[in-house]
Structures are given as structure tokens and as C-alpha cells.
């Protein structure tokens, strides 16, 4: 007799399913992310801020295995107090990066927007097409929201409200946009 | 000044009935039997200068360097026990790697000699070892030359051939015949790295501080 295995969803990992963007701007960045967390077709936690401070001024967009990511965001982020403590200055962006590629190798670059997460898939081809060099903080704001909106639509496994952290000389700014305040495209 | 550290001498974790610590005494004087280093910052840079004797005309020339290269924005030079000064330039260069690796930039000037010292008081802390026979040091004769120069305004190749002649002035020839003047620089001048500094302007810079010894032994003699 084959033993019974219950339900998948009490035996599959939780993921954080997602959709996850970044964009940089002269003099700062945005980051966005939606809040799903699921494990298989059960919706876990639905109002999950994937966007995990690393310092005061250099934060995370988190995707794929839930626990994985907090774990590896909160290390980094003692690493980099011990270490700004150290130097008596603030962290660099790349300092940041290189302890995370120390933990996951991978590859390490720098580039004007990236997106991730499994909704990314649905909204390369906007990204593509509507990214403009020379975006200011408010136009970059609101091409994180229209790609969040979009991706979140499409894919089973991104929804719940948006997150943004918008990070400039001024200080770090974080916003929530709850579902029915998104923008609405064709077929909503 | 001088006493006998007999029995009080053998380990740095031992005072002796006056409360002094010879092991570290014996080590700032290995610094002060050392012939002249010297760093100078002006206007777009740094410029080390180093007093080279050369014990025996066996060597060859360029031979017991005393400026070393610890990373590729960092220079390191140094006066008193030349063995300690290589185990310690090790140190700094490990310091220096380790933090690139982790960190992804270059180590900032402060964190690494704050790395150093720190080692550096390990080693006159713990009884097991002895301590380190080298630190910045600082000749009279130096010091009031240095004091003389206007070193905000001057950029790097102006400063590079008023080090050789410091150098030159504090070189004791009655003392110790030859010597090599060891120079090397780092700043704008060669894109924030850490340089020998190049064979044409050491020569030039050679030159200006022989002439200028000249001068001033011609001057002094007009006086008489």
C-alpha cells in the first residue's frame, strides 16, 4: 500500500512567486514588488513586503524561496552594519552585492532596470518597450507601478498590493499601493 | 638614558621595577638606528622617500627594497628592522586582499592601517612574541625641512625633487658612504595608483637636490 502523502501544498516549499523590478534614476532608485507568497496553489500570505532593508540606504528585492531570501537578506544585512561600523561610513552598493554573490554566486552587474521573479516572464516585452533613458524619480515611480500592475495581473503567482522603496540623497521612502488604487489596463 | 634590562628584557608582558618595558624600548630603537623614511602629501597626492643604505657594494642596485606595494592604490614604506617590515607588509597585503574580496572595492586607507596596528599591538601584547621593530619615524633635521615646505600648494612632481632633497640633507655622509634614494608616489599623477616613480624623474629629482647642496655649501662658505 502506498503511503499517504497529503495535500502538495503542506509538502512544497514556500515560494514567494513574484514579481520584483528595480530601476535606477540620477540620484537614486526605485524598487518595486508585489506581496503573494504562495506554497503550490495556496496563497500563504498575501500582504508580504518583498522589499528587505540591507542598510538605511541600500535595500533587497527578494524572489523564489521565502525563507532562503529573508535568511540571506538579514546576514548581509549584519554583515554590512559590522562592516559600516569598521570603516565609519556608509556601506557601498556594490559592498552590498559582493556579500550577497559571496552566499549565491551568480552573476554580479550593474544595469538601468532589472526585473525577476516569476512574473517578470509576462513583462519583459513592456520593460523593453516603454524604458526611457533620463526617467525622473516620478516617471520611474510610475513605470514600477504600471510593470507591478501588469505582472500581477498575468501571473497566478504575483497579486496582493504593491510595494515601492524610492531611495535618493534626500532619504529612503517607502509607499504601499493596495490593489484597486493599480493602474488598470485592457481586460481589467 | 641607557640601563641594563637584564631579566626585565626577555618579553614584553614584563615591566620592569621602574615601570618601563624594555622589549618595546629595544624596538623603538631599532626605528631610531634606522636611516631616514620619509611621506610627504601635497596638493594631488602622496610621495614616500626612503634614505637606502647600501651596506655592501655587493648588492645590487635596487636590491632591499624598503618601499613596498601593498595594494594597488596603497604604498607602504618603512624604517627600522627590514625582516619585521616584510612579515608586516604580508599582513597588510592579505588585509588589503580580503577586504577586496569580500567587499568588492578598494580598502579604504584608515580601515587597513587601523588592521595593522591592531596586529601590531596583538603582537606587543601576547608574551609569546616579540614586538615589531618598525614604525613611522621621525628625524629632527627631517622635520624642519618638511616644516619649511609649502606642501598644500605643491603638486607631486614639484614635491617628489623637494623629498629627494630632504633625503639628501639628512644623509649623514661621514656616517654611512653609499645610498640609493628610493621614491615612489601615488595620486593623480599616476591615476590614484601606487608607483615607483619613474627613472627620468628620479634622476631630475636627484639632480635638483645634489644641485641644491651645492648652493647652499657655497652660500655657506661666502659667510665665512
Known amino acids: ?188 | 638614558m641607557s640601563s641594563i634590562g637584564t631579566g626585565y628584557d626577555l618579553s614584553a608582558s614584563t615591566f620592569s621595577p621602574d615601570g618601563r618595558v624594555f622589549q618595546v624600548e629595544y624596538a623603538m630603537k631599532a626605528v631610531e638606528n634606522s636611516s631616514t623614511a620619509i611621506a610627504i602629501r601635497c596638493k594631488d597626492g602622496v610621495v614616500f622617500g626612503v634614505e637606502k643604505l647600501v651596506l655592501s657594494k655587493l648588492y645590487e642596485q635596487g636590491s632591499n627594497k624598503r618601499i613596498f606595494n601593498i595594494d594597488r592604490h596603497v604604498g607602504m614604506a618603512v624604517a627600522g628592522l627590514l625582516a619585521d617590515a616584510r612579515s608586516l607588509s604580508e599582513v597588510a597585503r592579505e588585509e588589503a586582499s580580503s577586504f577586496r574580496s569580500n567587499y568588492g572595492h578598494d580598502i579604504p586607507l584608515k580601515h587597513l592601517s587601523d588592521r595593522v596596528a591592531m596586529y601590531v599591538h596583538a603582537y606587543t601584547l601576547y608574551s609569546a612574541v616579540r614586538p615589531f621593530g618598525c614604525r613611522k619615524n621621525t628625524k629632527q633635521a627631517a622635520k624642519t625641512e618638511i616644516e619649511k615646505l609649502q606642501m598644500k600648494e605643491m603638486t607631486c612632481r614639484e614635491i617628489v625633487k623637494e623629498v629627494a632633497k630632504i633625503i639628501y640633507i639628512v644623509h649623514d655622509e661621514v656616517k654611512d658612504k653609499a645610498f640609493e634614494l628610493e621614491l615612489s608616489w601615488v595620486g593623480e599623477v599616476t591615476n590614484g595608483r601606487h608607483e615607483l616613480v619613474p627613472k627620468d624623474v628620479r634622476e631630475e629629482a636627484e639632480k635638483y637636490a645634489k644641485d641644491s647642496l651645492e648652493e647652499e655649501d657655497d652660500s655657506d662658505e661666502d659667510n665665512m
Open chain 1, 1 to 188: 500500500m502506498l503511503e499517504e502523502t497529503g495535500p502538495e501544498w503542506l509538502s512544497e516549499e514556500v515560494k514567494t512567486g513574484t514579481t520584483i523590478i528595480a530601476i535606477e534614476f540620477n540620484g537614486g532608485v526605485v524598487l518595486g514588488s508585489d506581496s503573494r507568497v504562495s506554497a503550490g496553489d495556496s496563497v500563504v500570505n498575501r500582504v508580504m513586503n518583498k522589499l528587505s532593508p540591507l542598510h538605511d540606504k541600500i535595500y533587497c528585492a527578494l524572489s523564489g524561496s521565502a525563507a532562503d531570501a529573508q535568511t540571506i537578506a538579514e546576514m548581509v544585512n549584519y554583515q554590512l552594519h559590522v562592516h559600516s561600523l569598521e570603516i565609519d561610513e556608509d556601506p557601498q552598493v556594490r559592498s552590498a552585492a559582493t556579500l550577497v554573490f559571496a552566499t549565491l554566486n551568480g552573476l554580479l552587474t550593474r544595469q538601468p532596470f532589472a526585473v525577476g521573479g516569476s512574473g517578470s516572464s509576462y513583462v519583459y516585452g513592456f520593460v523593453d518597450a516603454e524604458y526611457r533613458k533620463g526617467m525622473n524619480k516620478e516617471e520611474c515611480q510610475q513605470f514600477v507601478v504600471n510593470t507591478l500592475s501588469l505582472a500581477m495581473n498575468r501571473d497566478g503567482s504575483s497579486g496582493g498590493v504593491a510595494y515601492i522603496v524610492s531611495i535618493d540623497e534626500h532619504g529612503t521612502e517607502e509607499k504601499v499601493i493596495l490593489g484597486n488604487d493599480l493602474p488598470t489596463f485592457f481586460d481589467q
